[in-house]
């Protein structure tokens, strides 16, 4: 499998070694978990950090989010250079799959933390978050934004990618979404 965007990363300098992964979903306090480790001096790596770094990092979380659910997931050294100018990761390892804890979870020096709520809220919730951020993304004037503006596209691929995860390829407005998100949570 292509890992064009990763390749076209720069190395991070210097690599900070990684200390906390969060296993929660979206949506289960996540946010408030990288905003306390934020305050504890942590340098936390959440979905929310793409926004400011742009389209080659939200292309690389994509290949590692594919790549996840095929037999050649990114390995801790891709992940590394993925994430290596943080030492926490909070949210997306839920993204990431079994093989996103699995390049963690024999390093002794990582903890982590795992945040729950409700299969029910959780779906409620994800559904006014990012269900809504997907479709406003299938929305004029953003249907027309996408096309020519790469981070709009980018964003709209990330967001389609996400909501596919949890909701088993169901479109926010289809009929049995909420039902998929709840299902998904459980497994």
Not at 33 to 51: D, N, Q, T
Not at 116 to 131: D, I, M, N, V, Y
Request: hydrophobic share 40%.
């Amino acid at each position: 499998m292509s890992r064009t965007a990763l390749d076209k990363l720069p190395e991070p300098s210097p690599l900070r070694p990684m200390r906390v992964v969060g296993l929660g979903a979206s949506r289960t306090g996540t946010l408030g978990v990288f905003l306390a480790l934020k305050i504890l001096g942590y340098r936390p790596f959440h979905i929310s950090e793409l926004l400011p770094h742009g389209v080659r990092q939200m292309q690389a979380l994509e290949e590692a989010m594919v790549a996840s659910s095929t037999d050649n997931p990114f390995t801790r050294a891709e992940l590394d250079k993925l994430f290596g100018d943080y030492d926490c990761l909070i949210e997306s390892p839920c993204y990431l799959g079994k093989s996103g804890i699995q390049a963690y979870i024999d390093d002794p020096n990582v903890k982590f933390i795992l945040t729950q709520r409700s299969p029910e809220s959780f779906a409620k919730s994800l559904t006014g978050s990012l269900g809504c951020y997907y479709a406003k993304l299938h929305e004029w004037p953003l249907t027309a934004a996408r096309l020519c503006d790469g981070f709009v596209w980018e964003l709209e691929r990330m967001f389609r990618l996400m909501t596919f995860r949890w909701s088993h390829g169901l479109h926010p407005s289809d009929p049995g979404f909420r039902r998929a998100l709840e299902q998904s949570y459980i497994k």
